[in-house]
């Protein structure tokens, strides 16, 4: 899908072909899609570099255009094996234009496209490109803060389990960490050459907004590796809790069969073909009811107060 949009008096204006100025942003494209892209001076190289699941973030720079590709966070759902991973995201400035594409849909584009950022103009395209860089940095964070409220759940439902469910849904969430940590790491690098490149000291306002991406970027990573280390040490943590209240049912079931055990044992005496003391006695059932019960009851006791229930 292509959307082209351009700043006017009225603001930011969806158009139907690129013009001078304009910022062309295109989903996941069709052939037809891709050949507009071509013909409006994009190097079919890069569209495919951004279509890649497997391209890392890097800068690459001419004299007739500048290409910037970035991992940007994309939620798969939660029933997915990984609920979050990184995708790449192409940008091209040519000329007056602006090219991003994407194999998905993000945010991102939404909140670009919906006046989140009162500074944006298509017009200046690598104050353009800062706003996508914040705006990335932004949703790992956000990304990041939802993966911890799903921990804390977790954790909730861990402390009475005997399963091994929720330290899976655990792991779902660390293999999310890991490829935010990777992801990060690489856009880092990235916006670090592109700082030394100082295409974006032309205004100054471009300077500083570069300066609060790095920080933001650098804020996501932090945030990835505290949470990495401390899920890593809750999983071990959680595993033995689990093998623990497993041990605890075992008990549990093992001093309940013992004590429904013990007036079979009392019964089975009588129940042999062989003279007994008091069998003859008209209270002997009686007898023997009271003996079973008492010997219940006091190893009932006993395994209670060993902790055994």
């Given at each position: 899908m292509l959307s082209i949009y351009k700043n006017t008096e009225q603001g930011l204006e969806r158009l139907e072909t690129a013009v001078n100025g304009a910022w062309v942003n295109a989903v996941d494209p069709t052939a037809e899609e891709i050949q507009k892209l071509i013909d409006w001076g994009m190097y079919p190289d890069y569209i495919t570099y951004s279509l890649d699941q497997d391209e890392m973030a890097r800068m690459e720079r001419d004299e007739e255009y500048t290409f910037i590709l970035l991992r940007i966070p994309y939620f798969q759902g939660d029933t997915s094996d990984i609920p979050y991973i990184t995708v790449p995201l192409g940008i091209y400035i040519q000329g007056n234009l602006v090219f991003t594409i994407c194999r998905y849909e993000s945010d991102i584009f939404k909140a670009l496209t919906n006046g989140k950022y009162r500074g944006l103009k298509t017009g200046k395209r690598y104050r353009l490109a800062l706003y996508i860089f914040l705006e990335t940095a932004a949703r790992y964070l956000n990304c990041l803060r939802d993966i911890n409220k799903t921990t804390e759940i977790i954790e909730d439902q861990l402390q009475k389990s005997t399963r091994n469910r929720e330290v899976l849904e655990l792991l779902k969430?660390?293999?999310?960490?890991?490829?935010?940590?990777?992801?990060?790491?690489?856009?880092?690098?990235?916006?670090?050459?592109?700082?030394?490149?100082?295409?974006?000291?032309?205004?100054?306002e471009?300077?500083?907004?570069?300066?609060?991406?790095?920080?933001?970027?650098?804020?996501?990573?932090?945030?990835?590796?505290?949470?990495?280390?401390?899920?890593?040490?809750?999983?071990?943590?959680?595993?033995?809790?689990?093998?623990?209240?497993?041990?605890?049912?075992?008990?549990?079931?093992?001093?309940?069969?013992?004590?429904?055990?013990?007036?079979?044992?009392?019964?089975?005496?009588?129940?042999?073909?062989?003279?007994?003391?008091?069998?003859?006695?008209?209270?002997?059932?009686?007898?023997?009811?009271?003996?079973?019960?008492?010997?219940?009851?006091?190893?009932?006791?006993?395994?209670?107060?060993?902790?055994?229930?």
């Open positions: 969430q660390q293999k999310s960490l890991t490829y935010f940590a990777t992801a990060l790491r690489s856009n880092e690098v990235m916006m670090e050459r592109v700082q030394k490149t100082q295409l974006f000291n032309y205004y100054e471009d300077q500083e907004l570069l300066e609060d991406v790095l920080t933001e970027n650098q804020q996501a990573f932090q945030m990835t590796s505290i949470a990495t280390e401390i899920l890593s040490g809750m999983m071990d943590a959680f595993a033995s809790i689990i093998s623990n209240n497993l041990n605890g049912v075992m008990k549990a079931l093992a001093a309940l069969t013992i004590i429904l055990n013990l007036p079979t044992i009392v019964a089975s005496f009588y129940g042999m073909n062989v003279r007994l003391p008091g069998e003859d006695h008209p209270l002997a059932f009686v007898l023997v009811f009271a003996i079973s019960i008492s010997i219940t009851a006091i190893a009932t006791f006993v395994f209670y107060k060993r902790d055994w229930f």
